[in-house]
């Protein structure tokens, strides 16, 4: 099997699955015919593996993605899994008929922006029709707003109009794993049984010889992580508000029942939430915002909450049982009052929000008496009773 490239570039084997399925195809006889066979062979063994610094440049490329949608109030994200092989790009144009979708010079799979955008329109169309129950929050001026004026607007060229939502390029992700060699890409299989039919040579029957197809497709399992950028001032206050719940519906939709690339129609690309994912950004996004409120807290606010979350965690960690009088939890909130009693600085709302803090958790981590809290810790001062 041969490359259809000069005889001093033979040395390739580490490109890109990209760059050997097309610049470096090596699937030819010598005299550049097709092998006989097919092409699954030359996929499985020289397009398919993906190279170490493959490996690294998409992990790369999602920890970029993941760092600029870290915003969760301007990016919606829809983390993915793939429940059936997923192909996209087959009408490219390729030597074996059938192309694939990969992003230059990376050489790596991926599902334009565009795609998405056509395919949660559709979804959202869907559900505002009413096809399927409820709309869901979906109507005319929600996607318009949302996508733009559609291909059927007679106003779309005379009255243009940018919608609000810009769709990231999605780079599939191979299977999460201890190990490291995970598949990206498979090998699938199509079967037409009425070729010569269809060309014209034969009438239709059951005696007609299949002739087995293979093409590349981006295996079950990998995972696809959607991101939605969104302009929030060309939106109407109502729509600001529930724009994320809009997306999660229509994203729902899609990835059960309309799919996301090519051969829907066989069970291709259905994909399902990765709920693990979505409670670890869920998770990330409440410490994003954590961060952004303690950045904007008065120094003295910012003590009350310390002492807030630490009590919170014992609370928790204590699971209903509670620490003796007089321990390091109880002189954290005494030494907080002391401060807040001394502090020249401190407004009379946060020396009250300070007494409020110990009054609600110190019961909950130490074994006190409320009132003896309030006489001690001199509570009352806090608040501005004499």
């Not at 030597?95 to 955008?117: A, D, R, T």
């Not at 009425?194 to 239709?204: H, V």
């Not at 007089?326 to 909130?333: E, L, R, T």
């Amino acid at each position: 099997m041969t490359a259809a490239l000069p005889g001093y570039m033979r040395q390739f084997s580490d490109a890109a699955p990209g760059h050997r399925f097309s610049l470096y195809y090596a699937g030819w006889n010598t005299d550049f015919s097709k092998p006989p066979g097919g092409a699954t062979k030359t996929l499985k063994e020289d397009v398919c593996p993906l190279p170490k610094h493959s490996r690294e440049l998409l992990r790369s490329i999602e920890a970029r993605q993941a760092a600029l949608a870290a915003d969760p109030s301007a990016v919606f994200n829809y983390p993915a899994i793939a429940t059936a092989p997923f192909a996209t790009g087959l009408g490219n144009e390729h030597p074996l008929e059938n192309g694939f979708s990969f992003l230059s010079p990376y050489g790596l799979p991926y599902l334009p922006g565009s795609g998405v955008k056509g395919v949660i329109r559709k979804a959202a169309e869907e559900l505002a029709g009413g096809e399927w129950g409820q709309a869901q929050g979906w109507d005319e001026d929600s996607i318009r707003g949302f996508f733009g004026p559609g291909e059927e607007d007679p106003n779309r060229d005379s009255n243009p109009q940018q919608g609000a939502l810009r769709f990231w390029d999605v780079f599939p992700a191979p299977e999460t794993s201890v190990k490291n060699d995970r598949p990206l890409l498979t090998v699938e299989i199509m079967t037409p049984h009425l070729g010569t039919y269809y060309q014209g040579d034969a009438t239709p029957n059951t005696s007609l010889t299949p002739n087995p197809i293979a093409f590349l497709a981006v295996a079950a399992k990998s995972r696809f992580a959607f991101h939605v950028e969104c302009n929030l001032a060309v939106l109407t206050p109502a729509q600001q508000n529930i724009w994320q719940t809009l997306l999660q519906s229509a994203f729902d939709r899609a990835g059960k029942w309309l799919g996301f690339g090519a051969k829907t129609a066989v069970g291709y690309r259905r994909m399902k939430v990765d709920e693990g994912a979505k409670e670890q950004l869920a998770r990330q996004a409440a410490e994003a915002e954590r961060i952004r409120r303690q950045a904007n807290l008065s120094h003295a606010m910012r003590e009350i909450e310390a002492l807030i979350e630490h009590l919170a965690k014992r609370a928790e960690q204590l699971a209903g049982s509670k620490e003796r009088p007089n321990g390091a939890d109880h002189q954290k909130a005494g030494a907080l009052a002391k401060t807040a009693l001394e502090a020249s600085d401190w407004t009379q709302e946060e020396k009250t929000a300070a007494a409020d803090a110990i009054e609600t958790w110190l019961p909950q981590v130490v074994a006190v008496d409320i009132k003896d809290v309030r006489k001690k810790l001199k509570l009352g001062m806090l608040r501005g009773n004499s």
